[in-house]
């Protein structure tokens, strides 16, 4: 956590912010260890570039700051609402000039918070403070990796363990519930990185879809799209099978998006623009003729968040580096059809992109899984 600091103080400096201002969530918790859930009372972390940490929260959760690593100034309050605002003022007053440059996460902060902020530090000057968090998280050490390695090989046990019973006739949402079932009993953590989803027939068309009472039958695609947790570390997953006999055009959508899953895997390397491992996935399909049913980016950053920089879309110019974690996710989905996704996890390397993820990536049979 201290060198996490650390480099954070560092961040700040660099683009002349004085404080990060933080919600609860992945990032304070990624920063300090500790574990707050948003509720009806207010909880904000100050994080000074002079090295200073403050936290108010409210009395009931002081109990969560026993045993820390390093120093923090505490505000805490009791239920009553009419004295949360002088608690805000006291901690701002203490810890922040009055005309400071203080950065937020625009995902996270909440109403309640800001309205208390802006009285506490009324000439402080509020910014976007992605960049710096960005910076701060994007490139993972060798203990995430693990971490995100072992999150992957639980959600693949689990999914071998679902589609073992897993058969024609079950629906879209029982298939789900086993999968759940499945992640927690192969260890995942409580929080996952997402519901999963399960869909299938003209249901996978959708790359968004939830699982529905719609019931799996011969000549389906089924489209999985799921992930585990493990001490904070997630994983994203997506593999695509057939149930008996299916079109031949659904088949060879599959093949496409193979190859295009695995042009994106070995294009990637430091250096390269995240753009640039878009656009040779896309090619791919494209040059099939599929370009218009490849409807959204390659993939997306992945760690402590499911979705987290950085974003792997054409426009993107930012340069991969080692220990960046991200998806690599093409798709063709054919409107009332059908469709077929291929996901994996990958960190950068010094040589190139490593898969976090190894499950067979071609389009298999749900038969075949049955053993």
Not at 58 to 82: H, I, N, R, T, Y
Not at 174 to 203: H, K, M, T, Y
Not at 230 to 246: A, H, K, M, Q
Not at 329 to 343: K, M, S, T
Request: aromatic fraction near 6%.
């Amino acid at each position: 956590m201290e060198d996490r600091l650390t480099r954070l103080r560092s961040l700040l400096k660099q683009h002349q912010l004085d404080a990060m201002v933080l919600n609860p969530g992945p990032t304070l918790t990624y920063l300090t260890g500790l574990q707050f859930h948003l509720m009806e009372r207010p909880t904000l972390a100050i994080f000074t570039a002079a090295g200073e940490t403050g936290l108010i929260l409210p009395a009931l959760e002081k109990q969560k700051l026993e045993g820390l690593s390093f120093p923090l100034q505490v505000f805490s309050f009791e239920d009553d609402p009419a004295g949360w605002g002088q608690v805000f003022q006291t901690a701002f007053g203490r810890l922040i000039a009055p005309a400071a440059r203080c950065a937020v996460e625009p995902n996270r902060l909440r109403y309640l918070e800001l309205m208390l902020m802006q009285p506490a530090a009324p000439d402080a000057v509020w910014t976007d403070g992605s960049a710096v968090l960005e910076a701060l998280r994007m490139c993972k050490d060798q203990a995430e990796i693990s971490k995100m390695r072992r999150a992957a090989e639980i959600a693949q046990e689990a999914l071998l363990r679902t589609l073992r019973i897993t058969k024609p006739g079950m629906t879209e949402k029982q298939v789900a519930a086993e999968l759940v079932i499945n992640l927690f009993r192969c260890g995942s953590d409580v929080e996952l990185p997402f519901e999963p989803i399960v869909s299938s027939g003209s249901n996978t068309a959708n790359p968004h879809a939830a699982p529905s009472e719609r019931e799996l039958r011969d000549g389906d695609l089924l489209l999985l799209d799921w992930g585990a947790g493990y001490l904070g570390y997630f994983s994203d997953i997506t593999r695509t099978f057939t149930i008996g006999t299916v079109s031949e055009e659904l088949r060879h959508i599959g093949e496409i998006v193979q190859a295009a899953n695995a042009r994106g895997r070995e294009t990637g390397r430091p250096g390269i623009t995240a753009g640039q491992v878009d656009q040779a996935a896309r090619e791919v399909i494209e040059h099939a003729g599929y370009g218009p049913w490849f409807t959204h980016r390659l993939g997306h950053g992945l760690g402590i968040e499911a979705h987290e920089a950085p974003y792997i879309h054409s426009a993107n110019s930012l340069r991969l580096q080692p220990g960046m974690t991200f998806t690599v996710e093409p798709g063709i989905y054919l409107p009332e059809r059908g469709g077929v996704r291929i996901e994996d996890d990958v960190v950068v390397s010094e040589s190139g992109l490593v898969s976090l993820t190894d499950l067979p990536r071609e389009v298999r049979p749900l038969e075949s899984m049955w053993g």
